[in-house]
């Protein structure tokens, strides 16, 4: 599965952003798709999680109630709005995709989300 992650850039607190995520290549191997972001001398944090079949997302205590994960089966794309964005946001996103939500083993290549205050 090859990832493409986009939609990154420079937002200001309080704002809103969402990316995307697009899946191409042996898509129908991906049970899981997940969002993780890395803030610069820290160390990779989960964000989010969803199957391809649907059910329940999971998300990262740091984001849980201002983020949310969503798919388009349709257009192999996975997206992550991003609401009420802080400061400690500011990290680069990255996509994954595989056999669980808690096993990935393709990766994007990172979009990077930087909030101002």
């Known amino acids: 599965v090859q990832l493409q992650a986009s939609g990154g850039g420079l937002v200001q607190a309080g704002d809103s952003l969402r990316l995307s995520c697009a899946a191409s290549?042996?898509?129908?191997?991906?049970?899981?798709m997940g969002w993780f972001r890395q803030a610069p001398g820290k160390e990779r944090e989960f964000v989010a999680a969803m199957r391809w079949s649907g059910g329940i997302p999971y998300y990262g205590a740091s984001v849980k109630g201002r983020f949310t994960i969503s798919r388009d089966n349709a257009k192999n794309t996975v997206y992550l709005q991003m609401n009420s964005l802080k400061p400690e946001d500011t990290a680069v996103y990255f996509c994954a995709a595989g056999p669980s939500t808690s096993r990935y083993d393709s990766w994007g290549q990172g979009t990077l989300v930087t909030v101002s205050s």
């Open positions: 290549g042996r898509t129908f191997s991906a049970y899981a």
